[in-house]
């Protein structure tokens, strides 16, 4: 008797147990139609038959301080995993995992934004949480002695069978190959190899100081402004399209040089934002990231008080990778009140610009505007859409990015069009209200950029981030635009000369090299043998129109750069075609898939 209800009772287990594999792997079949019938299946299926394995030896064997700590462990690997399917239409990857741990202050956030995945997530975790702890046991009386002792350990030890099998492929693949593995066995995995990685980093370069000279202040220009925009794809703007929204820069036509369309430095607000703060150049930017000195240190050298506007964040937090060292050599750092309304923000940011731009002392100003990131309604008062219909105004918290590099877009493009023109045009026009009329710019240069633009994907396009995609990105990721406003005469000129030449030809990596130009630092000293980019008044060409996607690379693999020119694209450079070439073994990257779309 008690023998077949341990039968019927090991036949649900085993059920609740496959319920939970596939459950928590919705990707599974198309993972394994996309590699198709090739040596590489074997590797697969043969890291899923060492999880189903595990999992059986776990549930059936184990003691019950391993199934605890293991189901533990599971239970949060799951819902991660499951989370992110549900949240971006991907497993989730090592870079994504990485990320993750990044925002892992933002949680709360999070959390709020999508409620829905991670419920169904931490749902189906839970059901192989059940699966594993439910009876029977098949546990048998360990002999206390000699070797046999040790094989009460074995179904706790066996479950880094898969871990490591994953963790290998993953270091193989250069930190991809993981997609369509196991999900409850990738997060443990990713965290082994940031561990070993972490563990082999060589300590990091130490930033180096400022050793261009400067005397006093060599600059005619008493403010340099460099206006960072939030999400902002340029081709959206009146400057570059006439049917673009309207950003009150026209009225300041004479003053005004415009460099058209010009490429990101990167496609996410954190590595845009970095990279032009530490002028990193194309060939070694990782480093550069590290020893580079700051922008803040190039501008205390010529002479200028240095204010950082941070129209996003509130209560002193950092973001874009700035670190306590580096708000070190900012002499004024300014945030909004927590409680700020979000179409306030920009508002108020211009004032605080405008009043910057006023004082008599010389001053660099970086402003990172709140823009338009996703979601866009409540960046704009309600009765301020020129464009309908809109998105419904479902959000209405104080935070700009509140799902952060998770933006993604849902529902019916137009409607989100409108809504982006209409946050645009509210964010632009307002923010240059403020700071320009009536504003004597003999002396005053303000540069205008925004750190990456926006992808609204042609409807029925499986991949619904709007930017921060790693892999090939499409190219209205990193479409921004560039301008510069001045009324200085000599500059005024030469900026114009600049722009006509340039126009749609710039990269954001000319941005930095521009600015030391401007503060006053010898431009023959700014030169590309010393490890400087060319300026915006170089011949550019627009084949250097190349953002980068896949931004943090490691263990040997290259970086992404992607073309902001569609018809460039498909020749964008041998990163591309080399993540697609690799992208044959056990795991397809981002890459391979947005390659092939
Ligand atoms: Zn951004």
Redesign the pocket.
């Known amino acids: 008797m008690r023998g077949t209800a341990n039968v019927a009772l090991s036949a649900i287990k085993v059920l609740l147990l496959a319920a939970f594999m596939l459950g928590i792997n919705p990707l599974l079949r198309e993972r394994v139609a996309d590699i198709g019938v090739q040596p590489a299946l074997l590797v697969f299926l043969a890291v899923w038959v060492l999880a189903g394995v595990a999992l059986l030896a776990l549930a059936f064997l184990a003691g019950p301080l391993a199934r605890t700590c293991w189901s533990v462990l599971l239970f949060c690997a799951a819902t991660m995993h499951l989370a992110h399917v549900g949240i971006t239409g991907r497993p989730l990857g090592l870079l994504d995992f990485e990320q993750l741990l990044g925002l892992a202050g933002f949680a709360g956030n999070l959390a709020g934004f999508h409620a829905g995945p991670i419920l169904s997530a931490m749902a189906w975790s839970l059901l192989g949480v059940v699966a594993i702890n439910m009876p029977p046991f098949l546990l048998r009386d360990h002999p206390s002695h000699g070797w046999r002792k040790w094989t009460r350990y074995a179904p706790g030890v066996l479950q880094c069978v898969p871990v490591l099998a994953i963790a290998t492929v993953v270091h193989a693949r250069g930190g991809e190959g993981s997609n369509g593995m196991p999900g409850q066995y990738t997060a443990p995995a990713f965290a082994f190899v940031l561990g070993l990685e972490q563990a082999a980093a060589p300590p990091p370069e130490p930033r180096r100081a400022v050793t261009l000279a400067a005397e006093g202040l060599a600059s005619p220009l008493r403010h340099i402004a460099l206006v960072v925009d939030?999400?902002v794809h340029g081709g959206f703007l009146d400057l570059n399209s006439d049917r673009g929204v309207d950003t009150g820069l026209r009225s300041a036509s004479g003053t005004v040089s415009n460099f058209g369309i010009a490429s990101s430095i990167a496609n996410?607000?954190t590595t845009s934002n970095a990279g032009l703060r530490f002028g990193i150049g194309r060939d070694d930017y990782l480093r550069d990231l590290q020893r580079h000195p700051s922008i803040w240190q190039y501008a205390r050298r010529a002479g200028y008080r240095t204010v950082y506007i941070d129209a996003q964040r509130h209560g002193g937090r950092l973001q874009n990778l700035m670190t306590p060292e580096e708000a070190r050599d900012i002499d004024a750092f300014v945030q909004l009140d927590s409680a700020t309304p979000v179409d306030q923000r920009d508002i108020q940011a211009g004032q605080r610009l405008r009043e910057a731009l006023s004082r008599t002392e010389p001053s660099f100003i970086l402003v990172n505007k709140m823009g338009c990131?996703f979601p866009y309604e409540g960046k704009y008062p309600a009765r301020q859409a020129p464009h309908s219909p809109t998105m419904a105004r479902t959000y209405f918290g104080n935070e700009g990015?509140p799902d952060i590099a998770l933006a993604r877009i849902d529902g019916d493009r137009e409607r989100m069009l409108n809504s982006y023109r209409n946050c645009l045009q509210w964010n632009t026009r307002q923010f240059f209200d403020q700071v320009l009329p009536s504003l004597p710019l003999d002396d005053v240069l303000i540069v205008y950029t925004a750190?990456?633009g926006q992808n609204f994907h042609e409807p029925g396009e499986p991949h619904r981030q709007t930017?921060c995609t790693i892999g090939p990105a499409d190219p209205d990721e990193g479409t921004v635009p560039l301008a510069t406003i001045t009324g200085h005469p000599g500059l005024a000129v030469q900026l114009a000369q600049a722009a006509k030449r340039n126009h749609g030809r710039a990269s954001q990596f000319s941005l930095h090299p521009t600015l030391l130009w401007l503060m006053g630092f010898p431009r023959h000293q700014l030169t590309t043998d010393r490890g400087f980019e060319p300026d915006l008044l170089s011949p550019l060409d627009a084949d250097g129109q190349r953002f980068l996607s896949t931004f943090f690379v490691r263990f040997g693999r290259a970086p992404v750069w992607n073309s902001i020119r569609p018809d460039a694209s498909q020749a964008s450079g041998s990163a591309m075609s080399a993540s697609a070439s690799v992208g044959t073994d056990a795991g397809t990257d981002a890459g391979t898939d947005a390659a092939t779309r």
Request: glycine content about 0%; overall charge negative.
């Open positions: 939030e999400s996410c607000s990131h990015d750190d990456h930017h």
